[in-house]
């Protein structure tokens, strides 16, 4: 079905053809204006930018279980609509530098270092390994990690996965990201393999962002959640590298950076001792505190225990600095857009029920904490209302086309599960077809909410399209002051989008069908383990 509505769009393309876009009776149900009210009220510089554990977070949870009561929603989790998320808000003191053999590098500017153990003090004095890609990978027959012991040692990995630079679309996943690639993945293994430190290599291609937003991420505080053995478990300092500090620590240790990075995209490669040590001590400001998911049910007629939910995390940074002045990261497409979606179509539903009941519940849910790490939707994840088995698909929108209708849906990733079964016939019926992520290399599948769901093997799908109908807004937008409401905003895109969303609850909430994941991976293993 995907292949063939891809060859169909291809035609479009070439054609210049334009679909007419079909909207059904949800998207004609849908009030925009009301839409436009909550996107307003939510990037409004009243709610500060709606960062977890501030004042703004406070408005925003008031704002959205306001509203699940006033559209007549139930409690998702007992008689509550919050669910507490015990986080742990972590900040080193900043001076500090990194220091390899000969070489001392300044903190921000050359590297960044952060912990997530719950340790007022972490030191690197540690020999240093490079480990390639820090893969280990059986279904590749790819492992980095064989025929070494890097226990209580240092490595030094690269970013992506091998095959975003070889060129071949049958090696890992070519040019688009797999799992293996993602930054989180490579602190995971190397806590797996006993590493006490890691540093990625930064190059801005294939990150998939510039130094900028690993230095604003990586010298801030950041939130964590907390585990029964205070993150011991995890390793001790999770880093990342400038390119050009990197290239000179391997000139240090008589080697050339670029022949050992090709080196290590080659299936083989043995990593290698770089006869330095690594140095750098975090002293690490700890405070404890509870953030908030909130949820709302509209209950099922004959399936209330099979749930089928749509979310939107409603978190962004708060408050920041631009060219030395305090400013309001206000987060109106990212990710107000979205929460926005999850309110209207909550109220077109739950109008709708009184005349078509459904007979599976609807979840409609807004989480805490995605800008850091999809911490509030892994708590939710590990802690379901109902088992995670019950959970018939979990939809997440992250940032919605605010302007014109298109004649297209984007997809990311591909052959993962049959929801995208679902996406591709119904996109069919609006007129529109499904077209590939634009930008592979960058993982997006794993950087949203929705990911944490699919960890617990709870068929996932991310609806996404920030940027790509406004290619100012990454550049100019994302992440800053710029993105903010504004009235000269179509809504196009946002009516064919929640009209597409809704169809597709709908008709899961009414048929019966367990989607499920088509392809080999942990998330359909996953889902097995889990019982269904």
Do not use: C
């Amino acid at each position: 079905m995907i292949k063939q509505l891809l060859l169909i769009s291809g035609f479009l393309a070439v054609s210049g053809v334009q679909a007419a876009t079909s909207i059904s009776e949800i998207g004609k149900s849908l009030n925009l204006e009301q839409y436009r009210e909550d996107v307003k009220t939510l990037a409004s510089d009243a709610f500060e930018g709606r960062a977890p554990l501030s004042a703004g977070e406070d408005k925003t949870i008031a704002y959205l279980v306001s509203q699940f009561k006033e559209i007549g929603l139930k409690p998702a989790f007992g008689n509550s609509y919050i669910q507490k998320v015990p986080l742990a808000k972590i900040l080193a003191d900043q001076d500090f530098s990194l220091k390899m053999g000969d070489l001392t590098f300044e903190n921000g500017t050359d590297f960044v270092a952060r912990t997530q153990r719950i340790s007022d003090t972490i030191s690197l004095n540690d020999d240093v390994v490079f480990v390639g890609y820090g893969i280990n990978a059986p279904e590749y027959n790819w492992n980095d990690y064989q025929g070494v012991d890097v226990k209580g040692k240092t490595v030094i990995v690269l970013v992506n996965d091998p095959g975003f630079s070889s060129g071949k679309r049958d090696f890992f996943n070519g040019n688009a990201m797999t799992y293996y690639g993602r930054w989180t993945y490579k602190y995971e293994e190397a806590a797996r393999q006993g590493a006490k430190g890691v540093f990625i290599v930064h190059e801005t291609m294939p990150a998939g962002y510039g130094w900028g937003v690993v230095r604003a991420g990586g010298t801030t505080a950041k939130f964590t959640l907390v585990d029964d053995n205070n993150n011991q478990s995890q390793v001790g300092v999770m880093g990342w590298m400038q390119l050009r500090a990197a290239q000179k620590m391997f000139e240090a240790a008589g080697m050339n950076y670029r022949e050992m990075k090709a080196a290590a995209g080659k299936r083989g490669f043995k990593a290698v001792d770089l006869h330095q040590k690594a140095e750098l001590t975090l002293h690490n400001n700890i405070e404890h505190k509870e953030s908030q998911n909130v949820a709302a049910l509209l209950s099922g007629t004959e399936s209330q225990d099979e749930w089928v939910a749509l979310h939107a995390h409603w978190d962004h940074l708060g408050k920041g600095s631009e060219n030395g002045k305090e400013v309001i990261l206000n987060g109106a497409v990212d990710n107000a857009s979205g929460v926005a979606g999850v309110l209207e179509l909550a109220r077109v539903f739950k109008k709708q029920s009184k005349n078509h009941p459904f007979k599976r519940t609807m979840m409609f849910g807004a989480f805490t904490a995605e800008e850091t790490g999809l911490i509030g939707a892994e708590h939710f994840a590990q802690n379901p209302p109902i088992p995670a088995k019950n959970i018939v698909a979990f939809l997440n929108i992250d940032g919605m086309n605010v302007n014109d209708a298109t004649d297209y849906t984007l997809q990311y990733g591909d052959g993962l599960s049959e929801l995208e079964d679902y996406v591709a016939k119904t996109a069919k019926s609006q007129g529109r077809y499904v077209k590939p992520d634009p930008r592979p290399q960058n993982g997006l599948f794993f950087r949203s909410d929705h990911f944490a769901a699919a960890r617990q093997g709870i068929p996932s799908y991310l609806f996404m399209s920030l940027g790509d109908t406004d290619p100012q807004f990454i550049a100019s937008r994302y992440h800053k002051s710029g993105d903010d409401y504004f009235s000269s905003w179509t809504l196009g895109g946002v009516k064919q989008d929640l009209d597409l969303i809704g169809q597709i609850m709908a008709e899961l909430a009414n048929n019966g069908d367990w989607p499920e994941w088509t392809g080999d991976s942990d998330f359909k293993d996953a889902r097995e383990a889990s019982g269904r």
